[in-house]
Structures are given as structure tokens and as C-alpha cells.
């Protein structure tokens, strides 16, 4: 099955109409412009956009864009070269213009051609890039630049203001003009020229926006919408926020063939699962597959792990490779229009294979429903956002014992019962035997997706250490390496898990991959072999200070230097992560001091528990911290930091080794 999702700027199509090209002029800059150094509105910005217009008009097939920056600190300068894409056939960009004014007045125009890139190519679609740079760029100097878009007369392309920025901007002005036919309101005349994307007619002009407070749209008499802002603050950049998109302050425009959100999403649904039980029908080829892996006897957990495994070890080609059309021909295959083509190809999508598995579990008598739900990694399901393409992948949800069980089996390498994060917590619309609604699939429980690093390390009087750790990983962890292993060679995988210990190992101390155990088999623990080397702590006359905690030697605890939150907090997924680092000492050396016991809550969210051992000759240091929760809001925050504060000061003990008399009088 392919589900295309709808694309941002949704194409409709209309008689020709003759275009029209407006022409910005570019302003004459003020004496504070050109001195400023600076922004007491946004202290440390490296650049200010002064203004920005974005002018569409639907009728006549333009947009304009005009754009003035200020380049305050060296970082800025990368804001002189401009990329703009667009789809080349439909689309051409025009009348570019640009200069740059230096702090003096002196002014540079733009005198260069840009370059005409092509990005991408997907059937008869085509997507170009016109790149340009600014020239004679130094800090103090205004970047000014216009263009214009223009489209073919029979092709509309609806607006999406994307208001924030990394930097802030000052003044801001977008206008939009829709077609004639749409009048004030959000429901308007039915037009007989405008199609949707299933060939339904067009009777609706909706926008959706996220704004900030004390700001709206306004609409004019004659339809046209505008907006004026000042003092945007730039994107927010903030520890572990939700997807970045979630949280901008936007503006989208789209003409729909529904006149309100229930009628929409009524609609879709009932067309998406349509779809669906099409490509998952269990036909006579699907039900010869099950009876070939299951037997009569088994339980539907049983049959249902089985089917499981079989689709698992198809190729899923969106971790390999897609094969083209032409390909396919070459080898007397075609794209998959039913869950029967995937199992006779032996390969398909991530979409494919959950489908498959999903008219398999059917051909086997068990009851189950597809759920389409957002890729939490790119953003949050907003019902009031009229675009079904918001939703991207499937997960299966299947009725075993009599409790609904959600499965990932689309997701390569993820275990029976286990759910990629992306897909847990994560809203959208799922079958049922009452039929389509909206709904959120389960969070994690924090047990499922566990780490623990067992180090067995030597130390020498001077602080030299040898030796191992083991890593044991769960769920999320699991998953990630098994999965970077499906598209990586092993060298290269190596080398990233070894990246991937830097930030964690103390300094001076060397940490590489030996080896992996269970890389290829997602039903067992996954359990990497670390070789660690180095010298660690500080060694004096008659004492040798070690850090207490292996792991936490660089203090990089979240949370605890941002004073306020202004964005929720979203962690991915909840786990627990427990250390437990032997070190074997010398004769000469004995332990003074070491980090206390306790017990560190966050009731009902996260818990830090800590112990030291110490018997002769050597000392084991404990640590788990267990995280419950995996999403907290703004107004949560001084608890969330108040708990990590706590938690970075109890790392911040030391072990404390004392030498024997007689080796600090050696020394």
C-alpha cells in the first residue's frame, strides 16, 4: 500500500489566469542600523532580521519575499548565503536582488548569477535549489535581498508562514490573497474548479496557526489575510524540548473538501482504513503463508510471535534500499498494492511489512486493527491541524488473551512486544471494532528500556587504570544499535558507539568497543565488551582521589544550569540506568572515604539510589537512577531541576584511597 502523505502546499488546479510580478524596493537603511553593534532585545544575538515581508497572492500566481538582516557577530555572516528551493517545471524563481551595506553606507550589489541546483528527483516531480551569496559580508554589515515565485497559471500553492526563526526579527508582514471564490470565514462557496487530492471538490479555506498571545490573523472585507508582528523572539533552544516544528509560531493555510475538523477527520479516517483493510485483506496466498509458520495447537500469543518473526526477516527497504520501478521490472517484480505482493517479494516498506503482518494476525484468527500514528522524533499530532500527512508510520494493535497489545513490527529489529519511542506516547487515528477514532498509544514503562554498565577495573598507586566494562542493554538502547548495525558496516558501527562513549568517560581514560554479543538477535540482551585504559583521578603524597561515579566524572546533568523553562520537557522514552564499577586497588592503598548511601526521590517521576561496598582489596561503587517519567511541563520544571540539582551534587563525591604508612614514606 502507499499512503502518500499530502504535501505541505497542497497543488490545486484552475483555469489559466494571467500572472502578475510585484517588485519589493529595497529601504534605505538608518543611522542606528548601520552603528549597531547589538540588540538590548536579544542580548548575544549573532544576527536580527529588521524586516521581513512574504506576500502571496493565489489568484495571480505569485509570491514575493523581501528580507533585511543585520550581521552583529561573526557566527551571522552565514545568513549571506541564501538557499531557495522550489520544483522546477511548475515553479521558477525570479527577479533576484540583493546587496549588502556596510556599517560606512558603503553599498556592494549582488552581481553574481546564482547557481541553479537540482536537489532531488521523484517520478515527473523535480526539486531545484537557486543559491546565492551576498558579497563583501562583515560583521556590522545589513544583508538585503528580494525574489520572487512564480507558478504556472493552472497550479495554486497555499501558504505556510514559518514566522520563527533562529534569529529574532524586528518587523515582520505577511499577506496572503486565496482564490477569489473563498470568501470571509472559514467555510466558503463550493468552487468548481478546485479538486483535493482524491478528486473531491474543494469547499473550504482553512488555516491553522500558532501565534504568539495578543496576536491573529485579520481578514478584510474582500478575503485577504494578513499579519504584522514585532520583536519575534528567535526558535526556543532548550534541553531534551519536544520536536522543534511542535513549538514554532506558524501559519498554515489549505483549501479543504471538508467544512470542519470532525468532517475531516471523520472523512480520512474512514478513507485511511479503507485503505488499509484493501492492502491487508487476508487473501487464499496470505492464509497458505500462515498455515506454513503456525501451527493449530499454538496460542494466539504463540501464532502471534511467530508471524512476527517472519515479517521481521523480510527486508525492510527503508533500512537497505528502495528498488525503482525499473528495477523492479528487471526482476519481474512490482510496487506492493497488497500485503500478498510484500510476502511474495520477500521485501517491502516499513508500512508494507506492519501491513502484512497485520493481514497475517487476521488470516490467523486474530483479532487486530491498524493505528497510524506521528514520528515523535519530527513532531506532535495537533488534530486541529487539517492534514492527515501530519501521521507517518503504522503500528499493529492485536487482541491476544483478551488485552490489547500495540506492536512494532515495521520497526527493524524491534523486539516482539517492544515499540520503537517514536511510536509509544505518540498520537493519531486507529482502527477498531466500533470503528475509526483518534487515540495515543501507550507510553514506556521505565523497566523496559534499561542500561547497566558492570566495570571490572584495576588501579594502580598512581592512578592508572585497566580493565572492562560490560554493557547491558534493553529496549530503546537495544534497538538503536541493532538497527545502526542494519545499515552500517561493522567498522563503522565500532567507531560510533566508541564516539558515543566520550561525553561519559572520565577524562584521561580511554574507552573502544571490543565487541558486541546479541547484535543480530533482538530477543536476547544486547551486551557490549568495553576495553577501558588510563589514568583517572588525582594522586598526592599519601592519598589517591578517585571520582566516586565512573560515569558522572563530567557533570553532564541535565536541567541544572537553566534557572526557568519556557518549553516542555520531552526525554523520549523512561528508563533506568544502573552502574555498578569494581575497582581492585593495591596492597599499599585502603579506602577513607567513599560516596555515602542514600536515596534520592522525585515522588512519583524519578528516584536516585546509590551504595558503596568496600572489602579487602578492592571497592564496588553503585548507582541507578530510575526515570518514570518522559514528558513534564513548564510549570513542572522547578521540581524536575530541583530533583537534578540534587542528583549533581551526590556525583560530585569522591572515593578516597589512603596509602600504608610505609608507601607514603616510599613516596
Known amino acids: 500500500m502507499r499512503m502518500r502523505n499530502f504535501a505541505r502546499s497542497c497543488l490545486l488546479f484552475l483555469p489559466l489566469v494571467p500572472s502578475l510580478a510585484l517588485r519589493a524596493q529595497f529601504q534605505q537603511p538608518t543611522d542606528e542600523e548601520l552603528k549597531m553593534t547589538s540588540d538590548p532585545k536579544a542580548p548575544g544575538a549573532a544576527a536580527i532580521i529588521l524586516n521581513l515581508e512574504d506576500i502571496t497572492d493565489d489568484p495571480l500566481h505569485y509570491r514575493s519575499y523581501y528580507m533585511r538582516i543585520k550581521v552583529l557577530q561573526e557566527k551571522g555572516k552565514e545568513l549571506a548565503t541564501i538557499n531557495l528551493p522550489y520544483w522546477h517545471g511548475e515553479f521558477k524563481i525570479t527577479d533576484i536582488k540583493g546587496r549588502t551595506i556596510h556599517s560606512d553606507g558603503t553599498v556592494v550589489p549582488l552581481e553574481v548569477k546564482p547557481e541553479d541546483l537540482m536537489m532531488s528527483r521523484a517520478g515527473q516531480s523535480q526539486l531545484n535549489q537557486k543559491v546565492f551569496t551576498l558579497p563583501s559580508v562583515e560583521v556590522g554589515s545589513i544583508l538585503e535581498y528580494r525574489y520572487q515565485l512564480r507558478y504556472d497559471d493552472n497550479i495554486y500553492s497555499s501558504p505556510d508562514w514559518e514566522i520563527q526563526r533562529p534569529y529574532p526579527i524586528r518587523k515582520a508582514h505577511y499577506a496572503f490573497t486565496p482564490f477569489k471564490a473563498f470568501q470571509k470565514g472559514e467555510q466558503a462557496s463550493t468552487s468548481q474548479y478546485l479538486t483535493d487530492a482524491h478528486g473531491n471538490p474543494v469547499n473550504s479555506l482553512i488555516w491553522w496557526r500558532l501565534l504568539p498571545k495578543g496576536t491573529d490573523l485579520q481578514n478584510d472585507a474582500v478575503g485577504k489575510f494578513t499579519l504584522n508582528l514585532t520583536d519575534v523572539p528567535p526558535e526556543p533552544d532548550e534541553e531534551w524540548m519536544p520536536p522543534i516544528q511542535s513549538l514554532l509560531y506558524h501559519v498554515q493555510f489549505y483549501y479543504m473538501s471538508a467544512h470542519d475538523s470532525t468532517d475531516f477527520w471523520v472523512s480520512e479516517a474512514k478513507r485511511w482504513s479503507k485503505d488499509v483493510d484493501r492492502f491487508a ?272 566524572t563530567r557533570g553532564a546533568h541535565p536541567f541544572v544550569a537553566e534557572e526557568k523553562r519556557e518549553e516542555p520537557v520531552d526525554m523520549r522514552y523512561a528508563d533506568e540506568i544502573t552502574d555498578e564499577i569494581t575497582y581492585h586497588l593495591p596492597p599499599d592503598l585502603t579506602v577513607e572515604g567513599s560516596p555515602q548511601d542514600g536515596r534520592i526521590p522525585w515522588q512519583g517521576h524519578a528516584v536516585l539510589v546509590a551504595r558503596t561496598q568496600a572489602g579487602p582489596g578492592q571497592v564496588t561503587v553503585a548507582r541507578q537512577l530510575a526515570r518514570g517519567f518522559t514528558f513534564a511541563k513548564p510549570e513542572e520544571y522547578q521540581s524536575l531541576r530541583d530533583f537534578y540539582q540534587k542528583v549533581a551534587t551526590a556525583d560530585q563525591q569522591q572515593l578516597v584511597l589512603t596509602r600504608t604508612a610505609t608507601a607514603a614514606k616510599g613516596n
Open 281 to 552: 485483506d487476508p487473501s487464499r496466498p496470505i492464509h497458505d503463508a500462515v498455515a506454513g509458520i503456525v501451527a493449530p495447537a499454538d496460542s494466539d500469543v504463540d501464532k502471534a510471535k511467530k508471524l512476527y518473526k517472519a515479517v521481521q526477516a523480510l527486508d525492510n527497504t527503508d533500512y537497505s534500499r528502495r528498488k525503482g520501478a525499473a528495477e523492479l521490472k528487471r526482476m519481474g517484480l512490482h510496487e506492493a498494492k497488497r500485503a500478498e505482493d510484500t510476502w511474495a517479494q520477500k521485501s517491502g516498506s516499513s508500512e508494507d511489512i506492519a501491513l502484512l503482518y497485520l493481514a497475517m494476525l487476521r488470516a490467523a484468527g486474530i483479532t487486530a486493527y491498524d493505528m497510524k500514528v506521528v514520528d515523535r522524533e519530527r513532531g506532535v499530532f495537533d488534530p486541529s491541524y487539517l492534514n492527515f500527512g501530519q501521521l507517518d508510520d503504522d503500528v499493529v494493535i492485536a487482541d491476544l488473551g483478551g488485552k490489547e497489545v500495540v506492536l512494532d513490527p515495521g520497526e527493524k529489529m524491534c523486539p516482539f512486544q517492544t515499540v520503537s519511542w517514536r511510536h509509544s506516547g505518540a498520537g493519531g487515528v486507529r482502527e477498531s471494532g466500533d470503528g475509526r477514532a483518534a487515540a495515543v498509544s501507550p507510553q514506556q514503562a521505565y523497566t523496559a528500556n534499561t542500561t547497566t554498565r558492570i566495570g571490572d577495573l584495576t588501579v594502580d598507586d598512581r592512578g592508572g587504570i585497566t580493565g572492562s566494562i560490560r554493557f547491558l542493554m534493553t529496549g530503546q538502547e537495544a534497538l538503536r544499535w541493532r538497527q545502526a548495525a542494519v545499515r552500517n558496516d561493522p567498522d563503522e558501527v565500532k567507531k560510533e558507539f566508541d564516539r558515543s562513549l566520550l561525553p561519559i568517560v572520565p577524562d584521561g581514560v580511554e574507552a573502544n568497543l571490543d565487541h558486541f554479543l546479541g547484535l543480530d538477535d533482538p530477543d536476547v540482551n544486547l551486551i557490549a565488551i568495553v576495553n577501558v585504559k588510563g589514568t583517572l583521578g588525582t594522586a598526592t603524597a599519601k592519598r589517591l582521589l578517585l571520582p566516586g561515579y565512573f560515569f558522572e
